[in-house]
Structures are given as C-alpha cells and as structure tokens.
C-alpha cells in the first residue's frame, strides 16, 4: 500500500515540474552541506568561548599544602586507598590473587583443594602450591606492577613532605 502511494506522489510530481526528485536529491544535498557547514561553524566557534573551566571537585597545588593537616591527607591519607586493589593482583589484601593469596598459597601454610573442576582456575591455585610458576603469570604480573606503582606514590609523597617541611612542627 505504501509502495503504491509513494509511485503514486512521485508521478504527480514529474507531471507538475517535470523531472524526477531523486535527481534534484545530489544538488539538494551539496546545497544544504554547504547550508549546515556556514550555519553550525559559527554556532561551535560561540560556544567555544563557553569552554572555561573552574573545577570545583579539585584543589590547586598551593592550597593542597598549606597547612599541616592538609600536607597529611594529600600525601600520607591518600596512600591508604590503595591497601585494597581495584582488580586481580592487586592490594595487600581483600582483593583474589593479591599479595596476600600470593604470600599464603606459595607456602605450606595454606592450600585451596581442587575438586573437579572446582576451584581449578585453571590451574592457578595448584601452581602456586607446587611452585610451578613464571614470571609472566598474569598473578605476578599485576602483583608486580601494583606494588611498584605504590612505591612511585609514596616517592611522589615524600618529596611533596619534604617540599613543606615548613609546615611541620616538631613534637
């Protein structure tokens, strides 16, 4: 029914202006590319001006550090966000496969029995256990990677406590 009514406009049509709209179409659409580009160019360049910022969920540097309490928790309180990871491999502990299962599973100390299937991991867990590991396992890997990006923030710390020793008293 539609087909029949769409043939039925588009015949009307040539008749009244004697050529067919699917041939003004390409001319229609170079025009009005044109049309759109010099309309919205001007519109972006407008809200352009827009686009300065005042974050108001962040501190600048100087007064991040300007007094004492402030110096604690953004260099030494900020550290403790990252005893917990946030994926595989990561965290001292609370995470699987973090430090802690690392140091546990590695030792006589614990051990996950495997059932079938359960708790296989594909092998993870009896690795561990009978020492058959490289250093690529994904485990390591990350384990590694976590630990040596806490060292870089507690560097990164330090040298920000060291920078404002002025505001530190002596107790």
Same mark, same amino acid.
């Given at each position: 029914?539609?087909?029949?009514?769409?043939?039925f406009?588009?015949?009307?049509?040539i008749?009244?202006f004697?050529?067919?709209?699917?041939?003004?179409?390409p001319?229609?659409?170079?025009?009005?590319?044109? @049309?759109?580009?010099?309309?919205?160019?001007? =519109?972006?360049? /407008?809200?352009?001006?827009?686009l $300065? *910022?005042?974050?108001?969920?962040?501190?600048?540097?100087e007064?991040?550090?300007?007094?004492?309490?402030?110096?604690?928790?953004?260099?030494?309180?900020t550290l403790y966000?990252?005893?917990?990871?946030?994926?595989?491999?990561? @965290?001292?502990?609370?995470?699987i496969r973090? =430090?802690?299962? /690392?140091?546990?599973?590695?030792? $006589? *100390?614990?051990?996950?029995?495997?059932?079938g299937g359960?708790?296989?991991?594909?092998?993870?867990?009896q690795?561990?256990?009978?020492?058959h590991?490289?250093?690529?396992d994904?485990?390591?890997?990350?384990?590694?990677?976590?630990?040596y990006?806490?060292?870089?923030m507690?560097n990164?710390? /330090?040298?920000?406590?060291?920078h404002?020793?002025s505001?530190?008293?002596?107790?």
């Amino acid at each position: 029914m539609l087909n029949h009514l769409t043939q039925f406009t588009a015949m009307k049509y040539i008749r009244f202006f004697g050529r067919n709209p699917l041939t003004l179409l390409p001319s229609l659409w170079r025009e009005t590319q044109v @049309g759109v580009w010099l309309l919205t160019m001007p =519109i972006f360049l /407008l809200f352009a001006a827009c686009l $300065d *910022e005042d974050p108001r969920d962040q501190l600048p540097e100087e007064k991040a550090y300007d007094n004492a309490t402030n110096l604690y928790l953004n260099t030494v309180a900020t550290l403790y966000n990252y005893i917990g990871g946030q994926s595989d491999g990561e @965290g001292l502990q609370g995470t699987i496969r973090g =430090i802690y299962d /690392l140091n546990t599973f590695t030792t $006589d *100390e614990a051990i996950l029995p495997t059932r079938g299937g359960d708790w296989y991991d594909g092998g993870l867990w009896q690795s561990l256990y009978t020492h058959h590991w490289t250093e690529s396992d994904e485990p390591f890997q990350n384990a590694w990677n976590y630990l040596y990006k806490v060292i870089v923030m507690c560097n990164r710390s /330090l040298s920000h406590i060291e920078h404002h020793r002025s505001l530190l008293t002596e107790t």
